[in-house]
């Protein structure tokens, strides 16, 4: 998947920038065309003319001004190293430029350029052990993958400053090997389509204290938004009160009870090719909300009278207007018999089912386990796999019907 790509280098200010050498070479030889971006610390480690002999091109190294000519041609440059490139890879990555890539800093040529980037971004940290285990970094580093950054593991080991622990750039076959992974399952085969996607569950309000709602993280959702961007999908996600990071190249819409999903999908589904609804709506809610907190009276109970909501995923089978619907089921009992009568009954194109049975679904956690059904009444079930996998094997299911 290497050969005749375009990979841009990021190298950073870490003693482990050497390695970074050893990783042009290898991406030559394995057919890529690769620039390098340096910022000021790396340099004090290896000479920017070395990249450029292992590289063949100019080393980008300022923001200000253009490395070839001279020039002050600032305007379009970061947006045109972005679009060069089919995937950037920072490595190593350390602690400093991954603190500015979470906070989005645009104060060096590196991090203004990935934030300009529609491609994959892969990190490769590299740093001290107790600079990697720091709260702080290890917070930075899951808010970035929550993004949709690609993020490979340093390995343990013995460090520049004698220590032995996690820190290591990893040898430069894992990095290749790595990104040859990452670029053979980011395929633009969903460019130009719009997908509606939503995720996390509803609150249903009981007063302006107290609601109804449910576990749902909306992890899942989540995942399969980043995954549709990263294939080029043009994405809107709808998403119920969650605590997640945004993916990259996403446009998010937040909302809080199913009669504001309910609002959303039904104004962006219209022009939709694809609606997936992973959001956990909740099916019941409060009929009378009261407008004042409700006070405890003494020692006795409160009744509470529940409403049907709105059946947002029944509503859009009956006017699917040609697009993909696909739907989640979460079942603790006669789980296949349950979602192929949801199937049917909500006129979906695919089910993906759940049963709280199955090792691995929890709430909150980063894996799933599914069974995914079609109308035509072929079964699929999945082992146990990362949430960006298992929505990666969904959009190859939605790309086959469209």
């Avoid at 001290?128 to 930075?140: I, R």
């Avoid at 032995?164 to 750039?169: A, E, K, Q, T």
């Avoid at 959702?221 to 980043?226: H, I, M, P, Q, R």
């Avoid at 009261?290 to 995923?313: F, P, R």
Wanted: charged share 25%; aromatic share 4%.
């Amino acid at each position: 998947m290497l050969r005749g790509k375009h990979i841009l280098l990021g190298v950073t200010g870490g003693i482990a920038a050497y390695k970074s050498c050893y990783l042009v070479r290898e991406l030559r030889r394995a057919g890529a065309d690769v620039k390098v971006v340096m910022t000021n610390s790396a340099r004090k480690f290896v000479a920017p003319l070395t990249f450029s002999a292992l590289s063949g091109h100019e080393v980008e190294l300022d923001l200000w001004t253009n490395t070839q000519t001279g020039t002050g041609d600032i305007g379009t440059r970061h947006v045109g190293l972005a679009n060069w490139a089919d995937i950037i890879i920072i490595a190593p990555a350390t602690a400093t430029t991954i603190a500015r890539l979470t906070h989005g800093l645009a104060d060096n040529l590196l991090t203004v350029t990935v934030l300009a980037a529609r491609s994959p971004v892969v990190l490769s940290p590299a740093m001290d052990a107790d600079m990697y285990l720091n709260p702080v970094t290890a917070q930075n580093l899951a808010t970035l993958r929550e993004r949709g950054f690609f993020v490979i593991p340093p390995e343990e080991g013995e460090l520049a400053s004698g220590l032995v622990g996690p820190g290591r750039l990893p040898e430069v076959e894992v990095i290749v090997r790595k990104l040859d992974e990452i670029l053979a399952n980011h395929h633009l085969d969903l460019k130009k389509k719009k997908i509606l996607i939503t995720a996390g569950p509803t609150y249903e309000a009981i007063d302006p204290v107290r609601y109804i709602g449910n576990r749902s993280s909306g992890k899942m959702g989540f995942a399969l938004a980043n995954a549709a961007a990263l294939r080029g999908a043009d994405v809107t996600l709808v998403t119920g009160p969650v605590h997640l990071e945004t993916p990259r190249n996403i446009k998010r819409i937040d909302v809080e009870s199913a009669q504001d999903m309910q609002e959303a999908v039904a104004k962006h589904a219209k022009s939709a090719d694809v609606v997936i609804m992973a959001a956990a709506v909740a099916d019941f809610t409060p009929a009378i909300k009261a407008k004042h907190k409700i006070k405890k009276n003494g020692s006795e109970g409160m009744e509470l009278s529940l409403s049907h909501t709105t059946d947002i995923l029944g509503g859009l089978g009956k006017h699917k207007n040609g697009a993909v619907l696909v739907g989640f089921a979460l079942e603790t009992q006669n789980e296949l018999k349950n979602a192929k009568e949801k199937l049917k009954s909500k006129r979906l194109d695919i089910i993906a089912l759940n049963s709280l049975k199955d090792e691995g679904v929890a709430f909150g956690a980063d894996t799933n386990v599914v069974t995914l059904i079609d109308k035509k009444g072929k079964t699929e079930k999945l082992p146990k796999l990362p949430k960006f996998d298992v929505a990666n094997v969904i959009l190859d299911r939605v790309k086959k019907l469209l």
